[in-house]
Nanobody
């Protein structure tokens, strides 16, 4: 059974940093595009960042220059380093593993709250 397990969310003041982690099943990690998405109350889920299995990254404009996605294929783990956090970054953050025409898995989510 495929599992994505997130950790690292919490409460932080504006301007602070958090690092999210997502541990994935070994069976899919190395062939997946890994991503982080977020969903704020009353809003649709949106892309935050993705990283391919060979390290190519993509970021939402709203987080460019502040967030960094990285992965370690040997550890089946993807991280999201979030710096200079803003209150508008408050959301539930979800880890995603995707392979076109094959699968699309989601973690259970981790809450990030940024106070002003």
């Amino acid at each position: 059974q495929v599992q994505l397990v997130e950790s690292g969310g919490g409460l932080v003041q504006a301007g602070g940093s958090l690092r999210l982690s997502c541990a994935a099943s070994a069976s899919i990690f190395s062939i997946s595009v890994m991503g982080w998405y977020r969903q704020a109350p009353g809003k649709q889920r949106e892309l935050v960042a993705t990283i391919t299995n060979d390290g190519r990254t993509n970021y939402a404009d709203s987080v460019k220059g502040r967030f960094t996605i990285s992965r370690d294929n040997a550890k089946n783990t993807v991280w999201l380093q979030m710096d200079s956090l803003k209150p508008e970054d408050t959301a539930d953050y979800y880890c995603n593993a995707f392979k076109v025409r094959s699968f699309n898995y989601w973690g259970q989510g981790t809450q990030v709250t940024v106070s002003s």
